[in-house]
C-alpha cells in the first residue's frame, strides 16, 4: 500500500494533471490536439523523435552487445573493471557529459582536430542529428548493457560447444545457439533505451540544431517560454499514447520471432 500511494502520487497525479490541462486550457475541448494535429511542424517533429530514439536504441544495441558478451567472458578482476565502466556515467551529471561532446563535436573540436591532423577533411558533427544520437547514445548506452548481460550471464556456453562439437562453426553456433537465447535481453534493453530516447531534453537541445528538434524542446517552449500549458500538455499526451501504441503493436512481432528463433 505505501509503494502504490507513492506511485500514485509522483507519477498517477501529475499524469492526470497534465491530460486534464491538454483538454482544459484555456477552453474545454479538443482545440489543442486539434491544433496539434494541424500544424505540419508538429507532426514532422513528432516524426523525427521517434526516427532518432530508433536510431539511438540501434546504435546502443550495437555497441553493447559485445560489450556485455566480453563481460562475461572474462576473469572475476576484468568484470569488476567492466561493470565499474558503466556503472561511473551514473555518478556524472547529464549536463556535463553532454558539455564534453559539445568539446569533442565541435567544429574544432577533438575530433575534427584529429581528422586535420590525418590528413582529412573536418566532419560537421555538432548541431546535428548524427549529433544527437551520438550524445543520446553514450548516455543511454549504460540501460542497454545491463539487461543484456543479466541475460547473457546466464546463458551455458556449454551449450555453444556442444554445437561446435557437433560440427557448427564458431559463427553459425553463434547464430543459432548463443544469439537466440539473448534476444531477451536485447528487447528489454531496447525497449527501455527507446522509452528514455524519447523523452530527452538536455542532450538534443544542446548537440541539435533546428533540424535535429525533438518533441520534448518544443513542449518546453510551449509551457516555459510561451505559457501554453494545454498545448504542452497535448503534446506530452500524444507522445505518451503513440508510445503505447508503438509497444503494442511490436510486442507481439517480438515475442514471435524470439519463439522463432528459440525453435530453430
Same mark, same amino acid.
Given at each position: ?164 562439437? !557437433? ?38 537541445? !544542446? ?58
Amino acid at each position: 500500500m505505501p509503494a502504490l500511494v507513492l506511485l500514485v502520487a509522483v507519477l498517477g497525479y501529475p499524469l492526470v494533471s497534465v491530460t486534464m490541462r491538454s483538454f482544459a486550457e484555456p477552453d474545454w475541448g479538443l482545440q489543442n490536439y486539434t491544433w496539434f494535429f494541424g500544424t505540419p511542424v508538429n507532426l514532422i517533429v513528432l516524426q523525427r523523435t521517434f526516427a532518432i530514439s530508433a536510431w539511438v536504441t540501434l546504435v546502443c544495441v550495437i555497441c553493447a552487445y559485445p560489450y556485455a558478451f566480453v563481460m562475461t567472458a572474462v576473469g572475476p578482476k576484468v568484470r569488476l573493471v567492466l561493470v565499474l565502466c558503466v556503472l561511473v556515467p551514473f555518478w556524472v551529471s547529464g549536463v556535463v557529459r553532454t558539455l564534453s561532446w559539445v568539446i569533442l563535436l565541435q567544429d574544432s573540436g577533438v575530433i575534427n582536430t584529429m581528422l586535420r591532423g590525418a590528413g582529412l577533411s573536418p566532419v560537421r558533427l555538432i548541431r546535428t542529428q548524427t549529433g544527437v544520437v551520438i550524445g543520446m547514445a553514450q548516455v543511454l548506452l549504460p540501460f542497454m548493457i545491463l539487461p543484456l548481460y543479466s541475460v547473457m550471464r546466464g546463458i551455458d556456453l556449454r551449450l555453444v560447444q556442444a554445437a561446435r562439437s !557437433l560440427g557448427a562453426r564458431p559463427s553459425k553456433a553463434f547464430f543459432s545457439v548463443y544469439l537466440p537465447l539473448s534476444l531477451p535481453g536485447v528487447y528489454a534493453g531496447a525497449v527501455i533505451v527507446f522509452i528514455l530516447a524519447l523523452g530527452f531534453y538536455i542532450t538534443p537541445a !544542446l548537440l541539435g540544431g533546428p533540424r535535429s528538434t525533438m518533441l520534448s524542446t518544443l513542449v518546453q517552449n510551449q509551457v516555459l517560454s510561451l505559457l501554453q500549458w494545454g498545448r504542452g500538455g497535448a503534446m506530452g499526451v500524444v507522445l505518451l499514447v503513440s508510445t503505447f501504441i508503438l509497444l503494442a503493436l511490436a510486442a507481439p512481432l517480438m515475442r514471435q520471432r524470439y519463439k522463432q528463433a528459440g525453435s530453430r
